[in-house]
């Protein structure tokens, strides 16, 4: 069945280096693909998308990748600080049938030491 | 402007015991999902309207679950004689659209915490 893989599930990096989610993704119809932030007590926040007929995007220290023929795609956060702790979630657009769903990742924990 | 909302957000109920969660959606938004978050996983697709039609319904695990919209805004998802195994956070998200292809951002509420003791 559909199926997002993520890695890695948790992530300590210090402030001011950078950090790197990747994520598989099973449904080759798949093609658009959004990132989510996650604080404690909260919903799931876009942070950023990437759309099939694009292998880059970036938003000032935030970047993500797409590799379609490999179906993967990575979340680079640059010059990262403590307001990035957080857990981020991939997920990937499968739509069948005219319905439209998201399938999102198992989420990395993201811990930037000061 | 208001986001999604959801109640209650706390539920804890009895093993056996029927419970209705609500979802408000961004005013205006057509499409509307339910997911289910365990516990440091990522969220569940469960079911997704659009108006006030049922599309998809495949994540629901059994027919202990149901779900409606039926004004195509606020919705409840119902889960009859509930198991400790139901115990987890149900999230509501609405997006403006899903039509032009699939590029709709969807916009999480703060979830409900349903407790099955």
């Known amino acids: 069945g559909e199926n997002v893989e993520q890695h890695p599930s948790t992530l300590s990096v210090q402030e001011g280096d950078s950090a790197v989610i990747k994520c598989t993704y099973s449904?080759?119809?798949?093609?658009?693909f959004p990132w989510y932030k996650q604080e404690l007590g909260k919903g799931p926040q876009l942070i950023i998308d990437?759309?099939?007929?694009?292998g880059e995007k970036k938003d000032q220290r935030i970047a993500v990748t797409l590799n379609k023929t490999a179906k993967h795609f990575s979340l680079h956060i640059t010059e990262t600080q403590p307001e990035d702790s957080a857990v981020y979630f991939c997920a990937a657009s499968i739509s069948t049938s005219g319905t439209y769903k998201y399938i999102f990742g198992t989420g990395t924990r993201l811990k930037v030491l000061a | 402007g208001a986001g999604v909302s959801q109640s209650p957000r706390y539920k804890v109920t009895k093993r056996g015991q029927d419970v209705a969660l609500r979802c408000d959606p961004i005013?205006?938004?057509?499409?509307l999902y339910w997911y289910r978050q365990a516990l440091g996983q990522g969220p569940e697709f469960l079911t997704y309207f659009n108006y006030e039609a049922q599309q998809d319904k495949s994540g629901l695990p059994n027919d202990r679950f149901s779900a409606e919209r039926p004004e195509g805004s606020i919705s409840t998802l119902t889960i009859q004689r509930t198991e400790q195994r139901d115990s987890a956070m149900y999230r509501c998200?609405?997006?403006?659209?899903?039509?032009?292809?699939?590029?709709?951002?969807?916009?999480f509420g703060p979830g409900t915490r349903l407790t099955v003791l």
């Open positions: 990437i759309r099939s007929n694009v």
């Open positions: 005013s205006g938004h057509v499409s």
């Open positions: 998200a609405s997006s403006l659209d899903w039509r032009g292809g699939l590029y709709n951002e969807q916009f």
């Open positions: 449904d080759s119809a798949s093609n658009y």
